[in-house]
């Protein structure tokens, strides 16, 4: 499934007009195999205007349990990278193209993330950041191209519409290899910079 940023689709004419209207719309979700193992669908959060959107994978356990984005151990350490760049976590949005935790932290599945891929489109359709940062391979692969490889494609912009996409490794990734820490700063300075451009800060 193809995730068209700016292009509306009838769905998105006539469908939620805020996201709290989304995410009743899919409170209740069972369209695929993962709901039946959530405890909490993880429907994503932060500022509904937000000019940067983060986008992750799918909820782990401590999501879960919590019905929010990012906020186990992945997400410490999310926090702190957005922090060292200057930008607070609730001024941005973060996502993920799953919302509910598949078994054991496995990556989703071709058939789990095309069946959620429309309620992330819809997220976007609301929201309309310009950035938006890719955070791993799943995301990149489902947002991007399925054949895309993170090691390849990290640290470039890429444009499509008027949205600028930066990829960069996940931050569980960096919890197990350290030494990817250089690459995802580097990434996040980039994003920061052409964050501040469209947000400057306020005594500037
Ligand atoms: N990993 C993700 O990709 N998303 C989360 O929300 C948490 C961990």
Redo the contacts with the bound molecule.
Sequence with gaps: MEFRPGQLSLDDLHGPRTLDELREGMADCRGCGLAAGRTNL?FGEGNPRARLMLI?????AE?DRLGR??V?P??QLLDKILAAAGISRSEVYIA?VVKCRPPGNRVPNREEAAACLHWLRKQFALIAPPLVVI??STALKNLIDPQASITAWRGRWITRGRVRFMPTY?P?ALLRDPSKKRDVWRDFQAVRDAYREIVPLKNE
């Design positions: 993880v992750g994978e799918g909820p782990g999501e984005p990012f186990g992945a997400g993920n955070l791993g996940h569980a």
